[in-house]
């Protein structure tokens, strides 16, 4: 018979999701507005304690209006980090502008601040900054505001990895200018697809809104002075997300044991090196992943196919941006010697661990004795 199947991240539901769908069924509000969209974004603005909230169809479809807000035009530089998923950056290629790719520092796997200092060394005038906060861990906010400060641009938060993940008791998504967040299926919570953008700003959101519905003119007839986008998400989508936000701190609470569990679980392998957590923020801790020493004999590649072969999904970190056949044409900053990075290092180490909320102890066991296994026989 074949084993249970563990999953990395998969939707978890609890019934509340379900109402507000059916609600929506009821009263006929079967569109891309309506009473559950208002509601979601209101609702999604007061956990994070930011005012304004845009609800559309991606995070991908966030970044790249966020992009528009901030004036990216072609040939415009935008800084972004190397290690992270590429929906943060095609959204740059979509607009014909330009990513230059930052280092991660060690401590936090997100974007290094010296090497951004590098950066504007040679680009001193790039249009927007992104910061990710990887696998959930908040970046040191602190020291990327103040650059991107003194320089005068403006700063794009990808939150889509961290959702309810602060820094110094602050959302992520609410330190930029404007911030995003993702409702993807395998995300904390999830609408099946989605994502929102924040802002502190009512004029921006107000101006997403309008992109993201056509782009279309106060007029009665059918008038358009700008190029607009079908990005808006769907009463039916803001209603799962209505259902899903109840839940989000059990989520949160639930990820952080998963994490907590691997760590102590691991604390006897000295090869095996847990995922950092920034301890100005409390993560989410969306993925819980590990690294493995240089020199080990094991490899993640061993550790991946061993978890496959019984039944159990766990992935590689996130292949580096600049190493990507295309973005490599683009320029890349670290602080490294000799061509090497902390990006690719932690690629070349690292993997991410089954993280599904809905792991039993006996399931954590298992991943727990598999993953041992390896390093003791
Ligand atoms: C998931 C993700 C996105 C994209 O969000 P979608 O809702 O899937 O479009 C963007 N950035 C990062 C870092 C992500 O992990």
């Known amino acids: 018979m074949e084993k249970k199947r563990i999953y990395l991240s998969s939707p978890t539901m609890h019934g509340e999701e379900q ?5 929506a069924f009821d009263t006929n509000w079967v569109a891309p507005l309506g009473p559950n969209v208002n509601e979601f974004e209101k609702e999604l603005a007061k956990y994070v304690g930011i005012p ?80 990710v906060h990887l696998y959930g861990t ?17 700063l794009i938060e990808d939150a889509a990895e961290s959702l309810g993940s602060t820094y110094k008791g602050k ?17 904390i919570i999830t609408t099946s697809g989605g994502g929102m953008l924040v802002s502190e700003e009512e004029e921006l959101i107000k101006k997403a809104r309008f992109l993201s519905t056509q ?3 106060p007029a009665r007839h059918y008038q358009h002075s700008q190029i607009g986008y079908n990005y808006r998400m769907s009463n039916i989508t803001a209603g799962i997300g209505r259902g899903q936000l109840l839940f989000m701190e059990e989520h949160k609470a639930k990820k952080k044991e998963i994490y907590r569990k691997y ?18 923020g409390d993560a989410n801790c969306w993925l819980s992943c590990m690294t493995i ?10 550790v991946l196919d061993t978890l496959e072969g019984e039944n159990i999904e766990s992935r590689p970190i996130w292949k580096p941006m600049h190493l990507q056949p295309v973005f490599e044409k683009y320029d890349f900053f670290t602080l490294c010697e000799n061509g090497e990075s902390v990006a690719e290092d ?27 296994n390896l390093f003791l026989s």
């Open 19 to 23: 109402e507000f769908v059916q609600e």
């Open 346 to 372: 932690i690629f070349n180490r690292g993997l991410c661990l089954p993280s599904d909320i809905k792991n039993t102890d006996e399931d954590m066991a298992r991943i727990i004795g598999l993953v041992k």
């Open 215 to 217: 782009a279309r003119d």
């Open 293 to 302: 020493a240089p020199g080990c004999k094991v490899t993640p590649d061993m």
């Open 52 to 131: 304004h909230a845009a609800a559309l169809s991606a995070g991908t479809a966030a970044i790249h209006l966020a992009l528009k807000l901030a004036g990216v035009e072609e040939g415009d530089v935008v800084f972004v980090p190397s290690l992270t998923f590429s929906a943060t950056c095609n959204p740059i290629a979509y607009e014909k502008a330009t990513p230059v790719f930052i280092d991660s520092e060690r401590d936090t796997w997100n974007m290094a601040s010296e090497a951004l200092e590098k950066a504007y060394e040679k680009y001193p005038n790039p249009k927007a900054v992104i910061v």
């Open 263 to 280: 760590k102590e679980a691991f604390s006897d392998i000295p090869e095996i090196a847990m995922n950092p957590l920034n301890p100005d």
């Open 138 to 154: 908040p970046a040191r906010m602190d020291e990327i505001m103040d650059i991107c400060k003194a320089h005068g641009t403006v």
């Open 171 to 187: 959302h992520t998504g609410t330190f930029g200018r404007l911030g995003i967040y993702s409702f993807n299926g395998n995300k």
